[in-house]
């Protein structure tokens, strides 16, 4: 048997059917809130995400050569590749523009419950303004698309990165280490920051203000303890906004730093406290990368789902949802009445109901037991003295209740006794 690579997964159509459900009603959400699809490549040249997207990013890439020796990568993540195609082809339409996307993504991580190498994001990006407005409507599309998916329980938080950054660049020179203490922070890795403090002299006075900030976490009583001025007026603002689109319950977290290096402005993040250790469900925040790939700089504000880890919050959560795959399943009763179990088939068929026929030339129980453990609701039964009749028989497979109904008109009986079933 050749095993899939490490990280990845196959889905079957109960669980694909589960995450269509959930994928749809997140892209409503997009579309409601004004935004438009975008499918972008799997893989890129890998500078795309060199770039900027930071050192802990490049070091999970997926690199390979291809024949005609370039450099490619497969994606790690997709914001790069949408604004690669604003300053490409869209820079030229008015702003701002809503895009959203759905599509796997590739990392070589440790693989563990809810950390794979090859997961899917949906994530959107509105490019070309920047107020807190615009990141209040963000994080209100985030949030909405959450709920849209069916999950109770998640924890917003928001933040503002050049709080954080400020302090750092500004006491730490040497600007790799800088980068090293944020990625620190980002991890929450404190001892590890302690240990390079001391091995690099840093001070212990600016060790304890980052500690002290990175805790700074809780209402929006808090918003007055922001040293920072410019951000404490912007997130003011933005928390505003958000109670009056009905976001509340969030937390103000100067602490978040985020993974990749792009931000400049708010960020936040969604946790589902269910999950445990890969808990965060959602990363987002504003930033500039459009210059970088040789277009205006253009302010932009997003933020990318991780649906795997949805999936799973949402099992954690509630009994999973129903999975029927069929209406009908056409049964013959003998061998001469096969074919016209398949005219049956394609009336239901073309009305739009999902119907299936036995191929197998099963006999009527075998086929009756077939039909349930496919998960149809109704068995039609197409059996020889009833035929003569121009009829078929329509039995619920959850009762067994058993009704005689005309053969032309199968498929309009089948809707109506469908429709009596559901709630
Ligand atoms: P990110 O925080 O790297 O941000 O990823 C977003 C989400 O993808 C995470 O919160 C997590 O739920 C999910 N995720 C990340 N890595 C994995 C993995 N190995 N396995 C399963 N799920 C994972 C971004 O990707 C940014 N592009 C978000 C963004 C959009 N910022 C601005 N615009």
Redesign the pocket.
């Given at each position: 048997m050749i095993q899939r690579p490490r990280?990845t997964r196959d889905f079957g159509p109960a669980e694909m059917f589960r995450r269509r459900k959930a994928e749809q009603a997140m892209r409503d959400i997009c579309h409601r809130f004004g935004f438009g699809e975008v499918v972008t490549p799997t893989f890129e040249l890998s500078e795309l995400f060199t770039l900027r997207s930071g050192q802990s990013?490049v070091d999970e890439m997926y690199v390979f050569k291809d024949k005609g020796d370039r450099e490619i990568a497969l994606r790690?993540?997709?914001?790069?590749s949408v604004i690669r195609l604003f300053v490409n082809e869209m820079s030229n339409l008015p702003k701002p523009l809503k895009l959203y996307y759905v599509g796997n993504?590739f990392?070589y991580?440790n693989p563990q419950s809810?950390?794979?190498?090859e997961?899917f994001?949906l994530?959107?990006?509105l490019i070309g303004s920047e107020n807190p407005e615009t990141d209040a409507e963000v994080i209100s599309l985030a949030v909405h698309c959450i709920r849209a998916a069916g999950l109770q329980d998640f924890h917003v938080r928001v933040g503002h990165i050049g709080v954080m950054k400020s302090l750092v660049l500004n006491e730490v020179q040497d600007s790799a280490l800088a980068g090293n203490v944020l990625r620190m922070i980002d991890k929450e890795d404190f001892d590890a920051m302690g240990d390079m403090f001391d091995a690099n002299s840093l001070s212990r006075n600016l060790f304890d203000r980052i500690t002290t900030l990175a805790e700074t976490k809780g209402g929006t009583e808090i918003l007055d303890s922001v040293d920072d001025a410019e951000a404490q007026q912007y997130l003011k603002e933005l928390f505003e906004i958000l109670k009056l689109q009905g976001v509340e319950d969030v937390e103000l977290d100067l602490g978040i730093v985020?993974?990749?290096d792009?931000?400049t402005g708010m960020v936040f993040?969604?946790d589902a406290p269910k999950l445990g250790a890969?808990k965060?469900?959602?990363?987002?925040?504003s930033?500039t990368l459009s210059e970088l790939f040789g277009g205006e700089a253009v302010f932009?504000?997003?933020?990318?789902?991780?649906i795997?880890?949805?999936m799973l919050a949402l099992e954690a959560e509630q009994e999973p949802a129903e999975y029927t795959p069929l209406d009908a399943y056409v049964v013959p009763t003998e061998d001469p009445m096969r074919k016209y179990a398949f005219a049956i088939v394609s009336k239901i068929r073309s009305k739009g109901l999902r119907a299936d026929v036995d191929l197998m030339r099963r006999n009527m129980s075998k086929n009756l037991k077939y039909a349930a453990s496919a998960g149809a609701k109704f068995a039609v039964i197409v059996g020889k003295d009833e035929m003569a009749k121009r009829s078929v028989t329509l039995r619920d497979m959850k009762t067994g209740e058993q009704t005689l109904v005309p053969a032309d008109f199968v498929a309009e009986e089948l809707e109506k006794a469908l429709s009596k079933g559901s709630p």
């Amino acid at each position: 048997m050749i095993q899939r690579p490490r990280g990845t997964r196959d889905f079957g159509p109960a669980e694909m059917f589960r995450r269509r459900k959930a994928e749809q009603a997140m892209r409503d959400i997009c579309h409601r809130f004004g935004f438009g699809e975008v499918v972008t490549p799997t893989f890129e040249l890998s500078e795309l995400f060199t770039l900027r997207s930071g050192q802990s990013i490049v070091d999970e890439m997926y690199v390979f050569k291809d024949k005609g020796d370039r450099e490619i990568a497969l994606r790690p993540e997709i914001t790069a590749s949408v604004i690669r195609l604003f300053v490409n082809e869209m820079s030229n339409l008015p702003k701002p523009l809503k895009l959203y996307y759905v599509g796997n993504c590739f990392r070589y991580e440790n693989p563990q419950s809810g950390r794979y190498r090859e997961f899917f994001q949906l994530g959107a990006e509105l490019i070309g303004s920047e107020n807190p407005e615009t990141d209040a409507e963000v994080i209100s599309l985030a949030v909405h698309c959450i709920r849209a998916a069916g999950l109770q329980d998640f924890h917003v938080r928001v933040g503002h990165i050049g709080v954080m950054k400020s302090l750092v660049l500004n006491e730490v020179q040497d600007s790799a280490l800088a980068g090293n203490v944020l990625r620190m922070i980002d991890k929450e890795d404190f001892d590890a920051m302690g240990d390079m403090f001391d091995a690099n002299s840093l001070s212990r006075n600016l060790f304890d203000r980052i500690t002290t900030l990175a805790e700074t976490k809780g209402g929006t009583e808090i918003l007055d303890s922001v040293d920072d001025a410019e951000a404490q007026q912007y997130l003011k603002e933005l928390f505003e906004i958000l109670k009056l689109q009905g976001v509340e319950d969030v937390e103000l977290d100067l602490g978040i730093v985020r993974g990749l290096d792009y931000y400049t402005g708010m960020v936040f993040e969604i946790d589902a406290p269910k999950l445990g250790a890969e808990k965060q469900i959602l990363g987002g925040g504003s930033y500039t990368l459009s210059e970088l790939f040789g277009g205006e700089a253009v302010f932009s504000t997003g933020f990318a789902i991780g649906i795997d880890r949805v999936m799973l919050a949402l099992e954690a959560e509630q009994e999973p949802a129903e999975y029927t795959p069929l209406d009908a399943y056409v049964v013959p009763t003998e061998d001469p009445m096969r074919k016209y179990a398949f005219a049956i088939v394609s009336k239901i068929r073309s009305k739009g109901l999902r119907a299936d026929v036995d191929l197998m030339r099963r006999n009527m129980s075998k086929n009756l037991k077939y039909a349930a453990s496919a998960g149809a609701k109704f068995a039609v039964i197409v059996g020889k003295d009833e035929m003569a009749k121009r009829s078929v028989t329509l039995r619920d497979m959850k009762t067994g209740e058993q009704t005689l109904v005309p053969a032309d008109f199968v498929a309009e009986e089948l809707e109506k006794a469908l429709s009596k079933g559901s709630p």
